[in-house]
């Protein structure tokens, strides 16, 4: 059983990546924190009891790098998923030199979250069973098995900063009319439509229909939490 680390400082956040979790076959949840300096203590008091940490990269009391740095230099060796809403080429290197090779960029859907997963399991499958040196033919299959097999996209049109503010305006703020949405954020009602309709297509909103307006029932939106 692989023993996962949980570290998010939103609350909804954790929520589901509990459920995610709940839904694999093959891993536990070993805890959960919600700050840079409860993961660093978390990491150090249990590292023996921790395979992997789902690591937020942003947090307010510090970054996903730094708890990294901290735990690194005092030996631990544990396996680190980095999960960020922000593409920053600095923080990318950073936890590359430290020793990430997997990253999930918010939002994601539980699919792509299955597959960074069992790709990990699929890496920690074949190290254990290449014992002793490894052959180059195994060494390249484990790396390979940490990599997705193809690339995630957006339809045209549509980008992944927006699409990661419309997702987490409807998680914190839904059941919500793509109106009621698009003035909170300040965007167009229509744009904000084509990331609700997309977000529905992915599964990860519910679209229903509400009454009691007059005249057309219009459509609103909330977060799919299963």
Same mark, same amino acid.
């Given at each position: 059983?692989?023993?996962?680390?949980?570290?998010?400082?939103?609350?909804?956040?954790?929520? &589901?990546?509990?459920?995610?979790?709940? @839904?694999?076959?093959?891993? %536990?949840? $070993? #805890?959960?924190? =919600?700050? +840079?300096?409860?993961?660093?203590?978390?990491?150090?008091?249990?590292?023996?009891?921790?395979?992997?940490?789902?690591?937020?990269?942003?947090?307010?009391?510090?970054?996903?790098?730094?708890?990294?740095?901290?735990?690194?230099?005092?030996?631990?060796?544990?396996?680190?998923?980095?999960?960020?809403?922000?593409?920053?080429?600095?923080?990318?290197?950073?936890?590359?030199?430290?020793?990430?090779?997997?990253?999930?960029?918010?939002?994601?859907?539980?699919?792509?979250?299955?597959?960074? &997963?069992?790709?990990?399991?699929?890496? @920690?499958?074949?190290?254990? %069973?290449? $014992? #002793?040196?490894? =052959?180059? +033919?195994?060494?390249?299959?484990?790396?390979?098995?940490?990599?997705?097999?193809?690339?995630?996209?957006?339809?045209?049109?549509?980008?992944?900063?927006?699409?990661?503010?419309?997702?987490?305006?409807?998680?914190?703020?839904?059941?919500?009319?793509?109106?009621?949405?698009?003035?909170?954020?300040?965007?167009?009602?229509?744009?904000?439509?084509?990331?609700?309709?997309?977000?529905?297509?992915?599964?990860?909103?519910?679209?229903?229909?509400?009454?009691?307006?007059?005249?057309?029932?219009?459509?609103?939106?909330?977060?799919?939490?299963?």
């Amino acid at each position: 059983m692989i023993r996962v680390l949980v570290v998010d400082d939103d609350a909804l956040t954790l929520e &589901l990546h509990r459920s995610y979790l709940a @839904r694999l076959e093959g891993f %536990e949840l $070993a #805890g959960e924190c =919600t700050g +840079a300096r409860a993961a660093i203590e978390a990491l150090l008091a249990g590292a023996d009891r921790i395979d992997l940490v789902l690591l937020d990269v942003t947090m307010p009391d510090g970054t996903g790098v730094d708890v990294l740095r901290h735990v690194r230099a005092r030996g631990a060796t544990v396996d680190v998923i980095a999960i960020t809403g922000v593409r920053d080429a600095e923080v990318v290197r950073g936890m590359v030199a430290l020793g990430v090779a997997q990253y999930l960029v918010k939002p994601f859907t539980f699919a792509v979250f299955r597959e960074r &997963l069992e790709q990990y399991r699929e890496f @920690r499958r074949r190290a254990d %069973e290449s $014992a #002793g040196a490894p =052959t180059q +033919a195994e060494i390249d299959a484990m790396l390979g098995a940490m990599h997705p097999a193809t690339p995630v996209r957006l339809p045209k049109g549509l980008a992944p900063e927006t699409l990661a503010v419309v997702s987490d305006d409807v998680r914190r703020n839904g059941p919500a009319s793509a109106g009621e949405a698009a003035r909170r954020l300040g965007m167009s009602r229509v744009a904000v439509r084509r990331y609700l309709e997309h977000l529905t297509a992915e599964g990860r909103v519910i679209r229903s229909p509400r009454y009691g307006t007059g005249g057309r029932p219009e459509s609103e939106y909330r977060w799919n939490a299963e």
